[in-house]
């Protein structure tokens, strides 16, 4: 079956190998229509560059309840702006960060700026290293894990409890619900093509049923408590008093909802993909002969080898845009109303912008332009934060070892790996990986 025929959605064969499908889509050209869906795909760079930079024709609302929920409304006209705007409350999820536009979405980045300070972030790295180096050094006299559980997810998830604020005592508690919940944009949740209307409706009872065990649900009892304990009493010297009692541009303050919102969406896409890049950062680390040698003899690589892994294997695959207006966009005309699928991972691989794209580069020319933090009003909060907590633990995984290995009995001989991706259409991660450390 051709890729034009099998379905982004719900085919596991695209799942498993999600590159080679959008290559064959890409033929097609920089922009193009799924068959199975009424949605558009972009695979071209310069197209999606184009698209993320224009806040102001494209709207984040579906970001997260993606494209294939039916709109709450009648498109009409050239300009659907207006009814965005009324019936934004009925699109599941439209009030997160990442799915706010205008002036919503600059006022809620805003108070990102009380939790990302130049200060608070040497803070964080200082509190980073030592974690970093506590659990390389305990794995390490294992000689032997599972990355994805035993490093990746509890260390990404102690670094984001601490740029919030989460006391310490309240962090193995996140870590558990958010290792219980289901990966974001799983495929086993997507209709079958033509179902989506009948798919809504179900969909929309299970979240019901399901709400009280979600993770963001879960975590957002634990902020009101910090928040509403905090907003009680003066400010103090920490984290999430500053977070508590921080305003918006224009002086006012926001209302406890909307700290809870942005501190859990926070704390759910921090923890996410970062601990997705470690283990595909490790893949690359331990099969590209000389590369972890390389990086043990010269650390200051390592940035560079992280750069060139997001292009190549980045955690977001693909996010969602809603068009405002009708636009021209590589060749084609989308109308007011219509959906794009951005991927991410296909735009990272672009030969049109890439030289030799499917090859790894420690060095590559203009690396920092991927796109797997995004760009534009958009581009992601975290990302100095995810780059200098995964810079770190390679670098202390590196110092205390002398060789880091795949295991075969898990993984399979070198050129005949297997791996074990998470089924969701949305991400990029792996459900595990085993590796093997002979201490330096």
């Known amino acids: 079956m051709n890729a034009i025929e099998r379905d982004y959605y719900t085919d596991m064969s695209v799942l498993l190998d999600p590159y080679g499908w959008f290559e064959e889509m890409r033929a097609k050209g920089p922009v193009c229509r799924m068959a199975n869906r009424d949605l ?4 071209g760079f310069e197209a999606a560059v184009e698209i993320l930079n224009n806040a102001n024709d494209w709207s984040n609302a579906i970001s997260v309840s993606g494209p294939l929920l039916p709109l709450p409304f ?3 006209g050239d300009d659907i702006t207006d009814l965005l705007v009324e019936h934004r409350p009925e699109i599941p999820m439209s009030d997160l960060l990442v799915a706010k536009d205008g002036a919503s979405h600059a006022q809620s980045r805003s108070l990102i700026a009380a939790l990302f300070t130049p200060s608070r972030l040497r803070e964080n790295q200082t509190y980073v290293t030592e ?6 050094r305990a794995v390490v006299a294992n000689r032997s894990c599972e990355l994805i559980s035993e490093i990746a997810s509890p260390f990404v998830t102690y670094v984001v409890s601490d740029i919030l604020g989460v006391p310490e005592e309240d962090r193995d508690e996140f870590r558990k619900i958010i290792d219980a919940a289901p990966p974001p944009g ?3 949740a997507a209709p079958p093509p033509g179902k989506e209307i009948e798919w809504a409706a179900k969909s929309a009872e299970l979240q019901a049923e399901s709400s009280s065990n979600s993770p963001l649900v879960f975590m957002a009892q634990f902020f009101y408590l910090y928040i509403a304990e905090r907003r009680a009493t003066q400010r103090q010297d920490d984290v999430l008093s500053e977070f508590a009692h921080a305003s918006f541009p224009d002086g006012t303050q926001p209302d406890i909802p909307e700290l809870i919102r942005l501190a859990t969406f926070l704390f759910g896409a921090g923890q996410d993909t970062s601990a997705k890049l470690i283990g595909n950062a490790m893949r690359y680390l331990v099969d590209i002969p000389g590369m972890q040698t390389q990086l ?22 693909a996010v969602k845009r809603l068009a405002k ?4 966009v590589g060749g084609h005309q989308i109308a007011a109303g219509d959906k794009v699928v951005i991927a991410i991972s296909a735009a990272n691989r672009d030969p049109r912008r890439w030289e030799d794209p499917l090859e790894f ?8 332009q991927h796109l797997a933090f995004g760009r534009g009003a958009h581009t992601c909060a975290g990302a100095p934060l995810a780059r200098y907590e995964v810079r770190i633990m390679f670098e202390k995984l590196l110092e205390h070892t002398r060789n880091i290995w795949l295991v075969e009995e898990a993984h399979g001989p070198a050129g005949e790996r297997r791996w074990d991706w998470e089924a969701t259409f949305s991400m990029r991660g792996l459900n595990n990986l085993y590796v093997g450390f002979d201490p330096a």
């Open 40 to 43: 558009w795909l972009v695979t």
């Open 74 to 76: 009648a498109v009409e």
């Open 131 to 136: 974690l970093a180096d506590k659990m390389a």
């Open 186 to 188: 799983s495929m086993e």
């Open 296 to 317: 043990r003899e010269n650390p200051a690589l390592i940035p560079d080898f992280l750069e060139e892994v997001l292009r190549l294997e980045g955690s977001t695959k």
């Open 325 to 328: 207006r009708p636009m021209m």
């Open 361 to 368: 580069r420690l060095k590559r020319p203009g690396i920092k």
